[in-house]
């Protein structure tokens, strides 16, 4: 079946419409999460779903985009939606959309509204696509919790060009009496932000004031203030990489401590922190094609960052690979700005290799983002494609780490690729 341009066109008529033909199915889902955000919402997710399955529910997660395979998008009750359930259900949507205009994310919602409706499960993980207030997502009247991760500057086209703006589209899901958990924001919105959310109606807990983390010797320690009462409660290190990793494992920590009628024990959190799976944020590559061109004591990274958070979240985990140099392969789409990226990474990289990414007509050339680089004084070149840049650069005889970034695209390309 051919699914719909990838057209963005933020409004909520189109969806509202196919899900009232379908008979609502939105008004008939387990208890929502609704998560929205810049940077980490699907960090957040992979922990909040690995814990709450550690503990015995059945959860359904709807995220986007996918790396390999469109079915990532729609997990139902703990696995991947399979294939002809998929294609019955956008088969169904399809026709009672009757031709009528719809965007690709517009059909893909109502599409896992539609299977969350028709499949037993205990709660429902909600990623908003872009934005929030107008984001197809948010026809959910009364979700169980709102949750806002780090906002920062992002698909400022559709959002706005500052940072205020952005930050007030993705308040949108925040709902009267639903409790709303965030992530600390940044220091010049953050005052705006808290209004944003009591305007709203909603209760707020948020980072560095209702909780907060920090590393241990042999793990992290999650505290948190509630009804007066101070508690302490120490985890294992997650199994994701990153420091930031911490602050994304305390975030659904607390949100599961608010997540009403569920319990969710501190076993089942240490399971989900110690066996959480995110693909492409902060990867090793331990096995396939592209690990086997690696001589000796070399690595292979993979992350599919793509914004100026991103590349300091990138550049703040570098700095504890000290013990060998960092070489980058690097694409991104022509919607970004690759400057944001590099300019946070500038004397941080060896060799920089620049590839277009395959099969995407809006990539910018390898030529576009080694110019880029170019500009930020990197020794910089580009390359046919990745195992063209990766042969290149292993031609360096000291063992090295070589990481693949700049778009969740060009990451779903190297999964698929190595696999």
Not at 260 to 273: E, K, M, Q, R
Request: hydrophobic share 40%; net charge negative.
């Amino acid at each position: 079946m051919d699914l719909h341009p990838k057209v963005i066109d933020l409004t909520l008529g189109r969806v509202e419409t196919l899900l009232e033909r379908l008979g609502n199915p939105e008004t008939r889902l387990p208890p929502v999460v609704h998560v929205a955000g810049t940077n980490a919402k699907g960090s957040l997710i992979a922990y909040m779903r690995s814990m709450l399955e550690a503990a015995g529910y059945k959860v359904h997660v709807y995220t986007s985009p996918h790396l390999v395979r469109f079915n990532e998008r729609i997990r139902l009750a703990g696995s991947l939606i399979e294939d002809d359930q998929l294609a019955a259900l956008l088969e169904e949507c399809e026709s009672v959309n009757a031709g009528d205009p719809i965007t690709y994310f517009e059909i893909t919602t109502a599409t896992a509204f539609l299977a969350f409706s028709k499949i037993p499960a205990d709660v429902v993980l909600l990623e908003t696509g872009l934005g929030g207030r107008l984001d197809a997502t948010n026809v959910i009247e009364k979700p169980a919790l709102t949750v806002i991760t780090p906002v920062s500057m992002d698909h400022q086209h559709y959002l706005g060009e500052t940072l205020l703006e952005i930050i007030t589209e993705k308040v949108g899901i925040v709902k009267p009496g639903v409790v709303c958990l965030s992530s600390k924001q940044e220091r010049k919105v953050e005052k705006k932000f808290c209004t944003l959310v009591e305007e709203a109606g909603a209760p707020l807990l948020i980072e560095g004031q209702d909780w907060h983390v920090r590393k241990s010797t042999d793990g992290m320690v999650f505290e948190c203030n509630r009804d007066g009462e101070k508690t302490s409660r120490e985890f294992p290190r997650p199994a994701l990489a990153g420091s930031h990793q911490l602050r994304n494992a305390g975030l659904a920590i607390a949100a599961l401590d608010r997540l009403d009628g569920f319990h969710v024990p501190d076993s089942a959190i240490a399971l989900g922190l110690k066996s959480v799976d995110w693909p492409a944020r902060l990867q090793r590559l331990k096995s396939g094609p592209l690990v086997d061109l690696l001589p000796g004591g070399w690595e292979l990274w993979l992350d599919g960052g793509h914004n100026a958070a991103a590349a300091k979240t990138i550049a703040s985990h570098a700095r504890g690979w000290r013990d060998k140099p960092l070489h980058m392969i690097f694409g991104m789409l022509n919607s970004k700005n690759p400057s944001d990226f590099l300019t946070n990474l500038e004397g941080r990289l060896g060799q920089f290799r620049g590839v277009s990414i395959p099969g995407e007509e809006n990539s910018l050339s390898a030529q576009e983002v080694t110019a880029t680089a170019l500009n930020w004084r990197m020794e910089a070149a580009p390359a046919e494609n990745v195992t063209a840049a990766l042969t290149d650069i292993i031609k360096q005889q000291e063992p090295a780490r070589v990481l693949i970034a700049g778009s969740l695209y060009l990451a779903g390309t190297v999964l698929k690729e190595n696999s």
